[in-house]
């Protein structure tokens, strides 16, 4: 979450540019690790996909947009898939709910490799031309600057979410009347 998948990318893009990686290894590279997330997320659905929801409170799961999701993903998986891939949030849990619903695996693999496809060597290109164009517009500083914002942006909500989660843990009761034991989420 800290470097993102894109982030990574489109770094390659800008060392592919300069003469550092070799282009074709890094969209194959690129097209690979993306399956290879797409993969993993589907697996760990199948397996564990049940008991991860029977974690989840119930003000999640019993909500309209999670009930939604649920049916989206089952019902319309290749465009899950293929769009799922170009949003960050959909990108890591699609490939989860996937394997939770049951999207069958050759339908997903298939799905998930058109959309790396078209989705790595995207973002591998986007940071070939920002390869050719960084030096124009201030050189190094601004690329650390444009890291340091990226980096910013993309753990900010991660950051936020913590520290909401503490402030809630620190003005929680001691006791949880009516509540049994909270289960571990993995058992």
Do not use: E
Not at 36 to 50: A, E, F, K, N, S
Not at 99 to 123: E, I, K, M, N, Y
Not at 152 to 161: D, H, I, K, V
């Amino acid at each position: 979450m800290l470097f993102p998948s894109q982030t990574a990318l489109m770094a390659s893009g800008v060392l592919a540019h300069h003469g550092a990686l070799p282009l074709p290894a890094a969209v194959a590279m690129a097209v690979l690790g993306a399956l290879t997330g797409h993969v993993i997320g589907h697996l760990v659905g199948c397996r564990w996909g049940p008991r991860l929801v029977a974690n989840l409170p119930d003000r999640v799961t019993g909500s309209p947009g999670y009930r939604a999701a649920l049916h989206t993903v089952g019902a319309y998986s290749a465009r899950a898939v293929l769009l799922g891939r170009f949003n960050a949030v959909l990108r890591t849990l699609v490939p989860v709910m996937c394997g939770a619903v049951g999207v069958p695996w050759a339908r997903f693999v298939g799905l998930s490799l058109l959309g790396s496809l078209l989705w790595a060597p995207s973002c591998v290109a986007v940071g070939m031309a920002a390869g050719g164009s960084w030096q124009k517009w201030g050189g190094s500083g601004v690329l650390a600057a444009g890291g340091a914002v990226l980096l910013l942006t993309r753990s900010l909500p991660m950051l936020l979410s913590y520290l909401s989660s503490r402030k809630a843990q620190a003005n929680a009761p001691l006791t949880s009347a009516g509540r049994g034991p909270r289960r571990p989420l993995l058992q």
